[in-house]
T-cell receptor
Framework: AQSVTQLGSHVSVSEGALVLLRCNYSSSVPPYLFWYVQYPNQGLQLLLK??????LVKGINGFEAEFKKSETSFHLTKPSAHMSDAAEYFC?????????????FGKGTKLSVKP | DVKVTQSSRYLVKRTGEKVFLECVQD?????MFWYRQDPGLGLRLIYF???????EKGDIPEGYSVSREKKERFSLILESASTNQTSMYLC??????????????FGPGTRLTVT
């Protein structure tokens, strides 16, 4: 069965600093991987996804993530944090054991950005 | 633009009341989902539906039921609300983009408080 672990429920960075949010997955088949962002009192918005091909995936708002099969990781990065990046971030993997494209989510990482 | 709407952003109900949460999507998606989101627990799947009148239990179906009478509408029902059902509820629908890859779209969420 698939699973996702996000290391760190809270991450705090200064504005302009590197953002690194960690995600490790477990999957018995080649995974589809996703990062979603949730701003306060809103639904989830897709940041980026990995399906096949290039392992470095670029998303919206300057975020990118690298799929590393050997490390079963899909960490999210952004070179320079902005105040508007403060939100909760969820890593997810496609649930092959289930059906119809359900996603299995990590527990989320709340990102704070200090001025 | 895909739109998933939820009938209420905030809802306050009393213990024992029957509660209906409504979700509507406007893109003719086959699959619809109800998740519950709690701090530190991420998103957990309650139920999903892959067609009109078809439903399947997710990871935490106890205390909930669902209804899908029309393709665009998926309702979550709390037969007798309890305080431990105070949570954020997120509806989603998805579209198969290729093979086993789906793209999931989320509504803005309903924050339910049961007193």
């Amino acid at each position: 069965a698939q699973s996702v672990t996000q290391l760190g429920s809270h991450v705090s960075v200064s504005e302009g600093a590197l953002v690194l949010l960690r995600c490790n997955y477990s999957s018995s088949v080649p995974p589809y991987l996703f990062w979603y962002v949730q701003y306060p009192n809103q639904g989830l918005q897709l940041l980026l996804k990995y399906t096949t091909g290039a392992t470095l995936v670029k998303g919206i708002n300057g975020f990118e993530a690298e799929f590393k099969k050997s490390e079963t990781s899909f960490h999210l990065t952004k070179p320079s944090a902005h105040m508007s990046d403060a939100a909760e971030y969820f890593c997810a993997v496609s649930d092959y054991g289930g059906s119809q494209g359900n996603l299995i989510f990590g527990k989320g990482t709340k990102l704070s950005v200090k001025p | 633009d895909v739109k998933v709407t939820q009938s209420s952003r905030y809802l306050v109900k009393r213990t024992g009341e029957k509660v209906f949460l409504e979700c509507v999507q406007d893109m003719d998606h086959e699959n619809m989902f109800w998740y519950r989101q709690d701090p530190g627990l991420g998103l957990r799947l309650i139920y999903f539906s892959y067609d009109v009148k078809m439903k399947e239990k997710g990871d935490i179906p106890e205390g909930y039921s669902v209804s899908r009478e029309k393709k665009e509408r998926f309702s979550l029902i709390l037969e007798s609300a309890s305080t431990n059902q105070t949570s954020m509820y997120l509806c989603a629908s998805n579209l198969r983009t290729s093979g086993t890859l789906y793209e999931q779209y989320f509504g803005p969420g309903t924050r339910l408080t049961v007193t």
